[in-house]
């Protein structure tokens, strides 16, 4: 049960896929496998062709995600297919295939047929019932696609369930595969009553009187029928498939046609095996049609009549020239169409003479086409041989001008006249339709992108202020207080801008925002190069955390890494009320912290604690491009290269006095800080100590 080809697949299963996905394990984890996959698709369109190798990718990529086999994943896949059926309209065609699960398996070759006018595109794979009891079958099962086996077992095992209310155990004898072909034998257990029910009655079949029929009424009512013996040799054809090919009766059925289905090779020993499957025929030869255009003829015979200065019946040259013209163009308008070729400049230059002789070569001949033929095979014991009762497959009208076929050439007993009819008035509205979703599908695609690029942007704009972890949490339902944590061990980073409010009083506005601006960027830029969390800015003061929300025992390792490349970075940024460098001074403090979203409007992910204060109180107390460390970051930097210099006992406002230290560089490089460079340190002017204290 496959809607594919060798190379591209209907999006009827991917969509059961994604469905699959969607209602088992949510959509956040189709999206992870979607990506995972590489798959570009936002939404598939069942009636679409796509590469045939998508499926198999996502259930790869489901595999790593879930942790699950292939097979697992594929069985499911087709158990589901089966499951969800009835939502896409096909349940009713297989709840009428049989009455019981032996009838339904051994039609099964004949599903994809049903589905052919969905999906005209289809190329099915092909089921055989060989080995036969009460109590299973043995299905063969070969497809030019790779990868379906589990897939197949599990969409069998479901149909019993499902409309038949019947368990079926599904074993694999056999699995062969080749670069074109994969075969597979599958044993069916199940109560297979129906095998015996109907055997006595194939046993014990009545005799029928013999009713006499003349040979050639038989060949009248199945026109493209075929007889043929042990040696493969026709020896009767029938009167639409002579007037085709009048020459095939005394050749090789197996050398002058081609067997499409079952996938089989050509010999009367599988034939006479697989006597319930339909079979379909491709002829070697291409139809030679009938409908010609000689011109070449007629304009050499008008050259003629010209040298011999012969005087034609006007009457008559009019009519002869007027069918010759009428017969050309006719045949050329539907050309014309998809040509874009000027019609009224043809006809003119063809009533005129002025017409180029090979304006006129492609219509000559229809283009050609092989004659396909589907139908079934019947043994005749009396005469040993079978017979094949074929019908065209002829899709429009086209089709049977291009395989020199005429109506009165079908079947009056079926509906083949009817359908190639009915069908081709039809067709234009169907694919005025199609054409019409295909647009409003594009239309909507293009949506779908905007809306993604759209949501894309505004996840940006909530993950600037609150971690995504944490967002997540809250679109799932989780309430604000819910979302606090206490963190154990993180360190704190505050920096500000010496001599800010100074610097304020001598330039404008716009000035403090285009300096602040400069500085911000680059501490964004180191931020995220260390892995450390944003949290506020405020004025002149930078506030980063390490450890938070991602917990991590290098969290001051972080944090004093980027404390350090804060100072090397500014070092070209100037002071725009007198041009000198911009100085900063930086506080880093560990410990505890109990971190949440707080506020309804303009919710903050923020961090509380006396940890953010002694971290403030860091900064406050230091001086301009030093970096101010406590105690408890400085253990926790014990055993690594970086340099740390004691500083001493200083007072520390809500603290009292605590032991505090410079961090000087990192390992052997022989940093120097650019105060070292610039400054032998500087005092904290009261206006600053009164603004952040």
Not at 6 to 33: C, F, Q
Not at 219 to 227: E, L, T
Not at 288 to 317: C, D, G, I, M, Y
């Amino acid at each position: 049960m496959e809607v594919s080809n060798p190379l591209k697949m209907y999006g009827l299963y991917l969509e059961a896929v994604n469905d699959y996905i969607n209602e088992s394990y949510g959509e956040d984890v189709w999206r992870l496998i979607e990506n995972r996959a590489e798959i570009p698709h936002l939404k598939f369109n069942r009636h679409q062709m796509y590469n045939d190798n998508l499926i198999l990718r996502l259930a790869k990529a489901a595999g790593e995600v879930l942790g699950k086999t292939h097979d697992e994943l594929m069985y499911a896949f087709g158990v589901y297919m089966v499951k969800r059926i009835g939502n896409y309209g096909y349940e009713r065609i297989l709840k009428v295939l049989g009455r019981n699960v032996r009838d339904f398996i051994n039609e099964l070759d004949n599903l994809h047929e049903y589905f052919r006018f969905s999906f005209p595109k289809v190329q099915p794979p092909s089921f055989c019932v060989e080995e036969e009891c009460e109590t299973s079958l043995t299905l063969h099962y070969r497809s030019t696609r790779k990868g379906f086996t589990q897939f197949v077992k599990g969409q069998l095992s479901q149909v019993g369930r499902q409309f038949y209310n019947t368990d079926i155990e599904v074993e694999i004898l056999s699995k062969e595969e080749t670069e074109k072909m994969t075969y597979v034998v599958y044993k069916m257990n199940f109560d297979n009553a129906a095998f015996k029910h109907r055997m006595p009655q194939q046993m014990t079949a009545p005799g029928y009187e013999k009713l006499p029929m003349k040979r050639g009424i038989f060949f009248v009512m199945f026109p493209f029928s075929v007889i043929f013996r042990r040696d493969m040799i026709m020896y009767r054809i029938g009167d639409g498939l002579k007037e085709v090919f009048s020459d095939l009766q005394g050749k090789k059925v197996d050398e002058e046609f081609t067997l499409i289905r079952p996938m089989l090779e050509f010999s009367w020993d599988n034939i006479y095996t697989h006597l319930n499957n339909v079979f379909e025929l491709l002829t070697v030869a291409v139809v030679e049609s009938k409908q010609k255009v000689n011109l070449t003829t007629s304009q050499e015979e008008n050259e003629k009549a010209r040298e011999e200065e012969r005087e034609p019946n006007p009457v008559e040259e009019k009519k002869g020239t007027d069918q010759e013209h009428s017969s050309a163009l006719t045949q050329y308008n539907s050309c014309a169409n998809s040509g874009g070729e000027d019609i009224e400049l043809l006809a003119f230059q063809t009533i005129t003479g002025k017409c180029s002789e090979t304006i006129f070569e492609d219509l000559r001949e229809p283009p050609k086409k092989p004659l396909h033929l589907k139908g079934q095979m019947k043994y005749v014991p009396q005469w040993d041989s079978l017979i094949f009762l074929g019908t065209p497959i002829i899709e429009t009208v086209e089709d049977m001008i291009k395989m020199g076929v005429y109506v009165n050439d079908l079947n009056l007993h079926d509906s083949s006249r009817e359908l190639i009819l009915a069908g081709t008035q039809q067709s234009a509205e169907l694919q005025l339709a199609l054409d019409q979703e295909q647009q409003k599908y594009a239309q909507l695609q293009e949506t779908i992108k905007k809306l993604d690029e759209e949501k894309k942007r505004g996840d940006s704009l909530l993950y600037a202020m609150i971690p995504k972890a944490v967002a997540d949490r809250l679109r799932k339902g989780v309430t604000a207080l819910e979302t606090c944590q206490v963190f154990p061990d993180v360190t704190i980073l505050f920096s500000d801008v010496v001599k800010f409010n100074e610097i304020c009083i001598h330039i404008t506005p716009m000035q403090v925002v285009d300096m602040l601006n400069e500085i911000y960027i680059v501490f964004d830029t180191l931020s995220e190069k260390h892995n450390v969390y944003k949290v506020e800015t405020i004025r002149d003061a930078y506030m980063v955390v390490a450890g938070v929300p991602n917990k991590t025992t290098f969290h001051a390792h972080h944090i004093c890494d980027m404390a350090l490349d804060m100072l090397s970075s500014i070092d070209h940024l100037k002071d725009p009320s007198t041009g000198d460098n911009i100085t900063i001074r930086v506080g880093v403090h560990s410990g505890m912290v109990v971190a949440g979203v707080v506020g309804l409007k303009m919710p903050r992910y923020c961090m509380f604690g006396d940890t953010v204060n002694t971290a403030s109180r860091m900064e406050s107390n230091g001086v301009g491009m030093q970096i101010h460390i406590s105690q408890t970051t400085k253990d926790n930097l014990e055993h690594e290269p970086y340099i740390i210099e004691e500083r001493g006992k200083i007072f520390v406002k809500g603290k009292g006095y605590m032991k505090t230290y410079w961090l000087k560089g990192k390992g052997d490089l022989s940093f120097k800080t650019p105060a070292e460079m610039r400054y032998s340190g500087e005092p904290k002017d009261s206006e600053d100590e009164s603004s952040n204290g």
